[in-house]
């Protein structure tokens, strides 16, 4: 397995980051010379989830096909879609509806800083998950899919919260921290009923049954309630410093320009 910060690891990020950047940066200055507005935004953020669920059928499809994930004609249930960066997948599509509603602006928060935080723990550790596979290159091979696949899927929940603050789609506010938490424990509870629906599937969607790939996972023999506590700090933690410092820079912009 390639450690974390080894040179597949560091590649990687360097060009994920930069292929964000350069599309941002584009993106951006269509939105501005055109002037663009909230329907070219809900399009960006639509069409980056197709994106993402075009990727999300080339790993289907290869789980299915090779017995590296089961018998071949099978799909692994504990590989469905229903991790916590899967999330991703049906919260940009309510962000980026055509038409604006009040459930959109409460799955915002989560899509904007769970989805970050979350993403961004991902990439920083990518050995927790396995994300980089057993290749040491990013070369262009049979063995790569997988890594590749994992690897823009999560620049996409990278992409889509950095977009939607820098083009003013999302102004965070204080109140999203509450409904940021609502989702995530919305998220959480229909993803452990699930794990608990799938029992001897090895479904262990957000973590939450077995803890694989969680440093904390040793807490679910003897005080799973830690646990479970643990995960709700670090996550709503996480996400209110996001939106903190968000909502913080905006501010220090705003006032800065102002004095221009």
């Not at 999330?87 to 989805?115: D, H, Q, R, T």
């Amino acid at each position: 397995m390639n450690p974390n910060f080894g040179p597949k690891h560091i590649v990687g990020l360097i060009w994920l980051l930069s292929l964000i950047v350069v599309m941002l940066i584009l993106l951006l200055s269509v939105r501005k010379k055109f002037k663009l507005g909230e329907k070219f935004d809900r399009a960006v953020i639509r069409y980056t989830c197709y994106f993402m669920w075009a990727w999300e059928i080339v790993k289907s499809v290869r789980m299915i096909n090779f017995e590296d994930y089961g018998p071949i004609g099978t799909y692994p249930l504990w590989m469905a879609p229903f991790h916590i960066c899967s999330m991703g997948l049906y919260a940009y599509l309510i962000i980026g509806s055509k038409k604006e509603s009040k459930l959109a602006e409460w799955v915002k928060p989560f899509g904007y800083a769970v989805m970050m935080i979350v993403t961004s723990i991902i990439l920083i550790i990518p050995n927790s998950s396995g994300i980089l596979g057993t290749v040491d290159n990013w070369k262009l091979v049979f063995e790569n899919i997988l890594p590749y696949q994992t690897w823009l899927y999560h620049g996409c929940l990278l992409f889509v919260p950095f977009y939607m603050v820098l083009s003013g789609f999302y102004r965070p506010r204080w109140s999203d921290i509450y409904k940021g938490a609502t989702v995530l424990a919305v998220v959480a509870v229909f993803a452990q009923t699930l794990n608990y629906v799938l029992e001897g599937s090895g479904a262990d969607y957000m973590t939450l049954r077995y803890g694989n790939g969680n440093p904390f996972a040793f807490l679910l023999v003897d005080t799973p309630i830690l646990y479970y506590l643990l995960l709700a700090v670090v996550a709503v933690g996480g996400m209110a410093v996001v939106i903190a410092v968000t909502i913080g820079v905006r501010a220090l912009a705003e006032k800065i320009a102002q004095k221009k």
